[in-house]
């Protein structure tokens, strides 16, 4: 579960906001990040790329009270490239012939048939960073940065958390991953439960 965003989810649960779209890679799991927010009847929609482990979602779907948008992973993070970039769609050859590209518009390139995708984006960016510093400059760790970038540049207002918030001139400049720019409130997180979705052990 890296790049969790744990503390914002848990403070939009006791907000208590409703008909929420999410954008995430997935769902979550029961009991943490998104899935506090389905459990909580919270969401509308969501968007991402598989299911994942999550049982409420799936049960969810299946009972036609969340709608579901299935995006290829790789399509996934170009429409929030692309969302943060300015960039309102895009040709990609991924999902051509199924039921991905349905309603979409096609054309053709050197011979090749592409499907038009739009952008993402967003009102609210929730982000995890492992540090940042009070001017919104952020840094983060292993796969926590797969998507956290990304979406840091793709919403109106951007909300970091941090395992460690240092003082302005800390971090070193070649290091930061997301520019304060981008960042529109930070503030240090606890009680990061970082749990594992699914633990595989070999035998010794």
Known sequence: M????????????????KNLTTISNNAGVDG????????????????????????????MILNKKIELELVPQGTFSERIRAGGAGIPAFYTPTG????????????????????????IKADFAFV??????????????????????????????????????????????DMIHTPSVYVKRIFKGELFEKRIEKRTVRKV
């Open 96 to 119: 051509y012939g199924t039921v991905v590209a349905e309603g979409k518009e096609t054309r053709e390139f050197e011979g090749r048939q592409y499907v038009m995708e739009r952008a």
């Open 32 to 59: 943490l990040g998104i899935g506090l927010l389905l459990a909580a009847g919270q969401l509308r929609k969501h968007i991402g790329t598989y299911v994942g482990e999550n049982k409420l979602l799936e049960e």
């Open 2 to 17: 890296c790049g969790n965003p744990e503390n914002l989810i848990r403070a939009l649960v006791r907000k208590g906001t």
């Open 128 to 173: 995890k960073a492992w540090k940042g510093d009070k001017w919104g400059n952020l840094v983060y760790r292993k796969t926590a940065r797969n998507f956290n970038p990304m979406m840091a540049t793709a919403a109106k207002i951007t909300i970091a958390e941090v395992e460690n918030l240092v003082e302005p001139g800390e971090l070193e400049p």
